[in-house]
């Protein structure tokens, strides 16, 4: 349907202002609720109308200005007006002594103004809140919303989000009001932002703009080459005429661009000596704007300035007024000016013939709050546009500062607006945001198809539709969130499943129920499980639903050359001799289970697992490796079996519990970086699996989106009948390590090099053997055995030598900005190649960025295991190529990480290829050589980690 802004301005005598005004504010009150204005407008398709006078300056005559937004075309709204109306009409321009028509529609036509962006037309700019909406659709969608908001409220119905939005469906198509609410239309304006289109959009829009207010000058250059070349054809020849034509081309548009600098120069000149004011507004005028102001949900804004002199102002008035329409069309989210979508309708117009620059705006909420949300979210199109006004706080390059000088800027536009004395509004106690909203709750009903979208239909009513960035805790394993340490007995179980897929859907059905998930602190115990690629397909993945993951995952962690090239997994340490994990010892599913310690059970975990794993056993599966983890300490750090407090430095998960006594970290990432469905760092969204829409028959899983804007309703609009469903979403990929670890080698071997460099210059002087040991073992891991780091504290460990001080691990360090040569913290040492911060930049920010990129969520715990101790190494990521196998490969086991030559990580150097740990001092290196093979890999293995829905679905 059209939709029509009205604007029309006749001109009075100033001498009738205060006679108008008061006519005004008396026909006002019939245009509020309850008066005869109101009720003569209601149901006519008027959203918005306001009558202001603006007060006669310098010798322009005073105006009388009627702006109005409609449902319909221009005719239309005319003859509503003229129609309806008339009487009030004719009374306000009787105390104006303006003559009154006797065809009011006509006089109401041929003062009516026309705006646009073109060079010729009148300089002004419409917006509209919800495009596509009538004030019938508005009034109707919001009883509709009304009625299932009692519904929901009465809901008791068991089941799923899908299930009982199903049962509401069914109710409300019952109730012959609504009939006329159960057919979809029209939500174009719930639509995210279109983004800004990369740089072909950018230089389009600049030819465009070029083509939009030089068409002229373009025009004669056109002409000028066309005469020249045609003259040089007949006088010269036609290549005389080509080289002419082109170099009158050359000439043209270099004059041309010379003069568009010329005017860029002009106007910065006049940005620096143009005057500012500060003085405070009309007191008497604001008073009688503030009377007006907050009564009700939505407010009404007139405002009224003065053009600055020249022709200049005007052109770049034009524009303002044009950027800010292709942004609108092209960038923003539709209804939305920038990030502010408080507006219902506004518009700009500078009224012809005058300088006089008009903006009309009807808004929800407070003026205090439209106007901060201007300064903080849409500060450049104000400026733009106001920036040629009179005293218009002071600007750069007529987009920038002005209207971020948020105390200026208010003050200033108090001084221009006038009181709103005459305002009829169809909807006063809707905002712009209801208006989505009820189109929102009406489009869901009709077409979410899916558990999640049934959910987010749900969240409409008192909460808030999922952000892109907000983790659904509810469908995350327990162990993305960590928090599982007063949970200190564990075991971790690699388990076959039955080669029958029925078999093995049956057990995972019912063992769906122990499976933990959610952020919150849990109780007894947790169980964690993940999938093997194997583990996938026993489940009943075809080929082409295993191809939707990584190659990495389908390829496994004991894939000969990924071991041997990728992960260093050679000699002692290649798959052939591990005891789980390869070939025949292979395993479909990893289940790892925590618990309380519990009176008169030596690990309380197994005891917990002990029911799921006899399960599995009675449906043909089968035990292939079972780890019991060292219990934790109930107080104090836990301690790696080589004795150093471990799990210092973590990400943390933006959205987490975790995050939310942290927030201003490093350390901090967005979710994408763990988990499936949702942005990382850089914004986008990781591949995650798929399956085709007909492989989930009872939609449990989410439907596939590539949206990463955050967006306030649910991605409705999509036809989900033929989207891949989602399976990957708030799933990760887990990897399982087992290292053994030699830890009296790893001991002996820092007291033969204590004794081998007692008389280094390098070594600092006046130590104990014991204690050089330590400081080699500590040059080592990069850390002091009680967590304290080298980089903070190089000489001595924070608690001292014989721990009689308080430690406290320390993290929030920069490894390049505080020991940029390794004099601290060797190059080689552990934790600077696990996580080299901003070594290879110090202080960049950007190589943080880098860096964090390339993190891992470390999730493992230490075990015994007769008289072998060593870590259950796990952590989890959204990539497993570009976070473990890279933090592996290029970091870890890199023999030329950060320039060093021949040399590795110094304690995961194992069968040959460590042997040297090289320790800068002012002194020069101390080589620390036959420093290795102290790790061993025995087993391990690439695991998914599905959410709530991905299990469900696996469990058939």
Not at 268 to 286: F, I, N, Q
Not at 356 to 380: H, M, P, V
Not at 795 to 802: C, I, K, N, S, T
Request: glycine share 10%; proline share 5%; charged share 25%.
């Amino acid at each position: 349907m059209d939709f029509t802004y009205l604007t029309v301005a006749v001109p009075f005598s100033g001498a009738r202002q205060e006679a108008v005004d008061q006519i005004l504010a008396e026909q006002g009150r019939q245009a509020y609720r309850g008066g005869s204005i109101r009720d003569a407008l209601r149901g006519q398709g008027v959203h918005f109308l306001s009558i202001t006078t603006v007060p006669e300056d310098d010798g322009h005559s005073a105006f009388l200005v009627l702006e109005s937004s409609h449902d319909g075309g221009k005719a239309q709204a005319i003859n509503v007006l003229a129609r309806h109306i008339p009487e009030t009409l004719t009374a306000i321009l009787q105390a104006a002594q303006i003559s009154v028509p006797s065809d009011l529609a006509r006089f109401l036509r041929d003062q009516s103004i026309e705006t646009g962006t073109k060079l010729r037309a009148v300089p002004g700019l419409p917006h509209r809140g919800a495009p596509g909406m009538t004030v019938d659709r508005i009034y109707k969608e919001e009883a509709f919303a009304r009625r299932l908001r009692e519904m929901v409220a009465r809901d008791r119905s068991d089941g799923g989000a899908l299930h009982r939005l199903g049962l509401i469906r069914a109710r409300i198509a019952d109730e012959v009001a609504f009939k006329e609410m159960m057919t979809k239309a029209d939500v174009g304006f719930l639509a995210p932002a279109k983004g800004g289109g990369g740089l072909a959009s950018l230089l389009g829009m600049v030819l465009r703009g070029v083509g939009n207010f030089f068409w002229p000058v373009l025009g004669v250059v056109a002409l000028l080459v066309l005469g020249f070349g045609l003259w040089a054809g007949v006088t010269g020849g036609i290549w005389a005429g080509i080289g002419i034509a082109a170099l009158t081309a050359v000439l043209a548009l270099a004059a041309l661009l010379a003069w568009i600098g010329a005017l860029y120069v002009a106007l910065r000149r006049a940005e620096k000596t143009d005057e500012v004011d500060d003085s405070p507004p009309d007191y008497k005028v604001l008073s009688e704007v503030m009377q007006i102001e907050d009564d009700g949900v939505v407010n009404h804004l007139a405002g009224i300035s003065k053009m600055k002199p020249g022709r200049l102002r005007r052109l770049s008035l034009r524009l303002a007024f044009w950027v800010i329409a292709q942004l609108a069309t092209r960038q923003f989210r539709p209804g939305f000016l920038g990030e502010i979508g408080t507006i219902h309708s506004a518009r700009w117009v500078l009224v012809p013939g005058t300088d006089k620059l008009l903006f009309f705006s009807n808004y929800s909420g407070s003026w205090e709050s439209y106007l901060e949300d201007f300064i903080t979210k849409a500060n450049s199109g104000l400026t733009g546009v106001w920036s040629n006004t009179i005293g218009f706080p002071r600007t750069s390059n007529l987009f920038f500062d002005g209207a971020t000088d948020g105390d200026r800027f208010k003050r200033w536009a108090r001084r221009q607006q006038r009181p709103s004395y005459f305002w009829y509004r169809a909807y006063p106690n809707t905002t712009a945001h209801q208006v989505r909203l009820h189109a929102a709750i009406r489009h869901g009903l009709l077409t979410a198809s899916t558990e999640d979208e049934a959910q987010d239909w749900f969240d409409l009513f008192g909460s808030r539709p999922r952000r892109t960035r907000s983790l659904e805790t509810d469908e995350i394993q327990k162990i993305v969130f960590g928090g599982m340490r007063r949970l200190q007995d564990g075991v971790f179980y690699g388990l076959r499943l039955p080669e029958n897929t029925q078999a093995a859907r049956n057990w995972l059905r019912e063992t769906l129920p122990t499976v933990s998930f959610g952020d919150g602190k849990p109780l007894d115990s947790a169980h964690i499980l993940a999938l093997s690629a194997t583990g996938l397909a026993r489940l009943g993945l075809n080929k082409v639903d295993m191809a939707q993951f990584p190659v990495a995952f389908l390829q496994g962690m004991d894939d000969e050359k990924r071991a041997a090239r990728v992960l260093m997994d050679t000699g002692e340490d290649e798959p052939a001799r591990w005891k789980w994990g390869n070939g025949t010892s292979g395993v479909d599913l990893a289940l790892m289970v925590v618990a309380r310690p519990a009176q008169g059970l030596e690990n309380a975990a197994v005891d917990s697992a002990a029911q799921t794993v006899a399960a599995l056993q009675k449906h043909g599966g089968a035990v292939v490796a079972k780890i019991a983890t060292r219990q934790l300490p109930k107080e104090g750090p836990v301690r790696e079996p080589f004795g150093f407090v471990d799990g210092v430095s973590q990400p943390i998960l933006r959205g987490s519990r975790r995050w939310a006594q942290d927030q201003t970290s490093r350390d901090v990432v967005e979710p994408g970086e763990f988990l499936l469905g949702y942005p990382d760092n850089r914004g986008f969204l990781p591949v995650s699996p798929c399956v085709p829409p007909e492989r989930d028959p009872d939609n449990i899983l989410p439907a596939r989106t590539s949206k990463t804007a955050d967006t306030d309703w649910p991605d409705f609009q999509r036809d989900t009948a033929s989207i891949a469903r989602d399976l990957g979403r708030n799933g990760s990929f887990m990897v399982v390590r087992q290292l053994e670890q030699a830890v009296e080698k790893f001991h002996q071997q820092s007291l033969d090099q204590a004794d081998r460099l007692e008389t280094h210059p390098g070594v600092p002087p006046g130590l104990s053997r014991d204690q050089r040991a330590t400081w080699i073992r500590a040059k080592a891991v990069g850390r002091w055995p009680d967590g304290s780091s080298l980089t903070r504290h190089p000489h001595e460990p924070a608690g001292g030598w014989a721990g009689e001080k308080d430690s406290v691990p320390d993290n929030d360090f920069l490894h390049g900005q505080e020991d940029p040569a390794g004099r601290r913290c060797p190059f080689s040492a552990h934790i600077r190649r696990s996580n080299p911060r901003d070594s290879f930049e110090p202080g960049s920010e950007k190589q943080m960025g880098i860096v964090n990129r390339h993190r891992i969520l470390r999730i493992g715990r230490p075990y015994d295991e007769g008289a072998a101790q060593g870590l259950l190494f796990m952590c989890l990521n959204a990539d497993l190529e570009r976070q473990f196998e890279f933090v592996q490969q290029t970091w870890a086991m890199s023999r030329h990480f950060h320039g060093l030559t021949e040399e590795v990580d110094a304690i995961l150097g194992r069968g040959g290829k460590g042997g040297q740990l090289t320790v800068p001092t002012e002194a020069g290196p101390v080589i620390v050589e036959g420093f290795n093979d102290v790790v061993r890999m025995c087993g391990g293995g690439y695991f998914f980690l599905p959410g709530r829905s991905a299990l469900r679905y696996l469990a058939g």
